[in-house]
T-cell receptor, first 114, second 110 residues
Framework: GAVVSQHPSWVICKSGTSVKIECRSLDFQATTMFWYRQFPKQSLMLMATSNEGSKATYEQGVEKDKFLINHASLTLSTLTVTSAHPEDSSFYIC??????????FGPGTRLTVL | QKEVEQDPGPLSVPEGAIVSLNCTYSNSAFQYFMWYRQYSRKGPELLMYTYSSGNKEDGRFTAQVDKSSKYISLFIRDSQPSDSATYLCAMRVGNEKLTFGTGTRLTIIP
């Protein structure tokens, strides 16, 4: 069964609003979770590494003030897209590390900004 | 040049055929190699995980890694319509981040 869940699965919002996406580790307390973005017909791109109880680590080119990450508990990480614009429309996927150094991905959240 | 190259397809094959999916890479330091399957509008699902060179088999799936050629493959035997999905290769150096290919979209025709 699923080990990582995301909510919502899809969201449509107006330009300029903020959207929060939740990622939950269902079977494992995850000190580290990852956030990816996937544009149509493109690969997954790591946006940031979410660390429980400390600041997230962002990849080069990802605006930390625009993509706010909070990892307040061992089972929940949230990504907030602030002041969303149409170019932020994408498929956002979170993951957590597995026992064999692999990663287990959530089902993804499709964001459409009008 | 991208670190990981993967033909995006689309690739269509008849049901029952053997499917061969491939990735090439440029970073010789990659040690861990994975194949993920992603259905439309879903998150990736781990299919195969291999460390260093060699073959690994799991049911109808076989993963091959040739580090000397910087080339990895995924073979699907007796392909089924339910195998229709996008297949992503991914690789990693130690505990560093995963680097993904762009994915190959596969359709199995009944």
């Amino acid at each position: 069964g699923a080990v990582v869940s995301q909510h919502p699965s899809w969201v449509i919002c107006k330009s300029g609003t903020s959207v929060k996406i939740e990622c939950r580790s269902l079977d494992f307390q995850a000190t580290t979770m990852f956030w990816y973005r996937q544009f149509p017909k493109q690969s997954l791109m790591l946006m940031a590494t979410s660390n429980e109880g400390s600041k997230a680590t962002y990849e080069q080119g990802v605006e930390k003030d625009k993509f706010l990450i909070n990892h307040a508990s061992l089972t929940l990480s949230t990504l907030t897209v602030t002041s969303a614009h149409p170019e932020d429309s994408s498929f956002y996927i979170c993951s957590r590390a597995g026992a064999t150094d692999t990663q287990y991905f959530g089902p993804g959240t499709r964001l459409t900004v009008l | 040049q991208k670190e990981v190259e993967q033909d995006p397809g689309p690739l269509s094959v008849p049901e029952g055929a053997i499917v061969s999916l491939n990735c090439t890479y440029s970073n010789s330091a990659f040690q861990y190699f994975m194949w993920y399957r992603q259905y439309s509008r879903k998150g990736p699902e781990l299919l195969m995980y291999t460390y260093s060179s060699g073959n690994k088999e799991d049911g109808r799936f076989t993963a091959q890694v040739d580090k000397s050629s910087k080339y990895i493959s995924l073979f699907i035997r007796d392909s089924q319509p339910s195998d229709s999905a996008t297949y992503l290769c991914a690789m990693r150096v130690g505990n560093e981040k995963l680097t993904f290919g762009t994915g190959t979209r596969l359709t199995i025709i009944p």
